[in-house]
């Protein structure tokens, strides 16, 4: 019975490899231009992003 479950576990860890995704640009994601400058070295920005379709930004309660 464990020789079994072995197996199985081995054919179904082998089957799943082809069949991931390649991603192509252009067609699943876009590349940006370089990123922007920032003012001074002592300083850094940040940019958040929402989005309502986030679970978790959905969630999120503001101060």
């Known amino acids: 019975m464990r020789v079994l479950a072995y197996s199985?576990?081995?054919v179904?860890?082998?089957v799943s490899i082809p069949s991931q995704a390649q991603f192509e640009l252009g067609k699943h994601y876009v590349q940006l231009p370089s990123a922007s400058v920032v003012g001074t070295n002592?300083?850094?920005e940040v940019r958040e992003f929402f989005w309502?379709?986030?679970p978790h930004c959905y969630s999120l309660e503001p101060y």
């Open 42 to 44: 002592d300083r850094i």
């Open 8 to 10: 199985l576990v081995i």
């Open 12 to 14: 179904l860890s082998l």
């Open 52 to 54: 309502y379709g986030c």
